[in-house]
């Protein structure tokens, strides 16, 4: 963040310095475009009078003086009336000389004045631009100094600013630094929580199982007094019933004896009786038995019909193949189980005939047969090939 830097009281900027360079060369300038009055007199022979125009004030004075002088040297030119002498006349000096002898002289002392005037402008030009030069150095220097000062002084609120921006940049990154560390160790504090809260779930799952697994091996353990105790019991129980059954045993064996004794005397009656009962017996059975062994025939024959009427031979089986089911039927002719007894090593071939099973059923005509008839045909076994059930 930038800061105001205080302001020196010495700073005066650039305008003053700049407003003195420009009034000091304008000075110089237009001291250098006056006209100064040139030293030398310009020579005029044809003139009687000759003078240099210094300056207007100084000049009229002159005039003036040299005026006065003139009057003055002409008053006391005159020849004052005076009584004649034998002098003779020529002898004086001709007015008109002496008076231009005069002005000439007077003239003369002009010239010098004016040039000495203006030596000592032209001294006083040279001093003044000497002295303006100095001043416009003595400007520029101000200046210079002033706007090396003042480049310093930017240069150091640049730094000032440059370093403020460079902390305010290291602050805003420490801070990042210090969140980044703050949000790293809240993660690292919530993974620690998770853990010692998983580390906890497991301990008390462990806990838990540890107590299943005691009250397990307790009931276990009760289980198999108990257990041993019935069998204590059951062992005295047998031994009681043990002991009765050999004074059964002896009583029965007393029993029959004595009834084997009543046996043999019928036996002699009953022999011939049955001998005549088991002529007749045979005969019943074998009657009985092929009666029983045509209703076997009639129940498979229906049941063969049904499943081959049932049964949907699929696409392309080879007439060499061939599977045996094994069945089950509960008493009323109910499908219980159909399983492959021999496969035809074609899974869907095997399929097929285990759904005409499962399609054909129940068959309800094995409850008109006899019980124990029925029981004989609860399991049959069925040969499936291509066309032909058997």
């Known amino acids: 963040m930038a800061t105001d830097t205080p302001r020196d009281p010495q700073d005066v900027g650039y305008t003053l310095p700049t407003i003195l360079a420009v009034a000091v060369h304008l000075g110089i300038i237009v001291f250098s475009l006056i006209n100064w009055p040139s030293s030398s007199a310009e020579p005029d022979s044809s003139s009687i009078v000759q003078a240099t125009l210094v300056s207007t004030e100084t000049f009229t004075d002159q005039a003036q003086q040299v005026t006065e002088q003139q009057a003055a040297m002409n008053t006391a030119a005159e020849p004052t009336e005076t009584p004649d002498t034998s002098e003779p006349e020529a002898t004086a ?25 203006a030596e000592a402008l032209a001294e006083a030009r040279a001093a003044a631009e000497a002295d303006a030069q100095r001043r416009a150095e003595e400007a520029e220097r101000v200046a210079q100094e002033q706007a090396a000062q003042a480049e310093a002084r930017e240069a150091e ?4 600013r440059e370093a403020e921006a460079q902390r305010a940049q290291e602050q805003a990154e420490a801070e990042r630094q210090r969140e980044a560390e703050a949000q790293r160790a809240r993660e ?9 809260a998983e580390e906890q779930r497991q301990r008390e799952a462990e806990a838990e199982a540890e107590a299943e697994r005691q009250r397990e091996a307790e009931e276990a353990r009760a289980r198999e007094e108990a257990e041993a ?6 062992e005295a129980e047998r031994e009681r019933e043990a002991a009765a059954q050999r004074e059964r045993e002896v009583e029965a064996q007393r029993q029959r004896e004595a009834e084997a004794e009543r046996q043999r005397q019928a036996a002699a009656e009953a022999a011939e009786a049955a ?46 193949l061939s599977a045996t089911l094994q069945i ?19 899974s869907a071939f095997d399929r097929s005939a285990i759904q005409a099973v499962e399609q054909a059923a129940p068959f309800s005509e094995l409850r008109d047969l006899p019980a124990d008839q029925q029981r004989n045909l609860r399991q049959i076994n069925l040969r499936f090939t291509p ?4």
């Not at 105790?229 to 059951?234: D, F």
């Not at 009962?277 to 019909?305: D, T």
Request: glycine residues 6%; hydrophobic residues 40%.
């Open 93 to 117: 000096p001709e007015p008109d000389t002496q008076a231009a002898e005069q002005q000439q002289a007077a003239e003369e002392a002009a010239r010098q004045e004016a040039q000495a005037q």
């Open 157 to 160: 609120a640049q730094r000032q």
């Open 188 to 196: 690292e504090a919530e993974a620690l929580r998770e853990r010692e």
């Open 229 to 234: 105790e019935a069998r204590r019991e059951a």
């Open 275 to 320: 001998m005549q009962r088991q002529l007749a017996g045979e005969a019943e059975a074998a009657a009985n038995a092929q009666q029983a062994q045509q209703a076997a025939n009639s129940f498979i024959n229906i049941v063969r019909r049904a499943v081959e009427q049932a049964w949907l031979i699929p696409p392309g089986a080879s007439d060499s």
């Open 328 to 346: 089950r039927l509960g008493p009323s002719g109910e499908l219980l189980a159909a399983s492959i007894a021999t496969s035809s090593g074609d």
């Open 387 to 390: 066309g032909d059930v058997r």
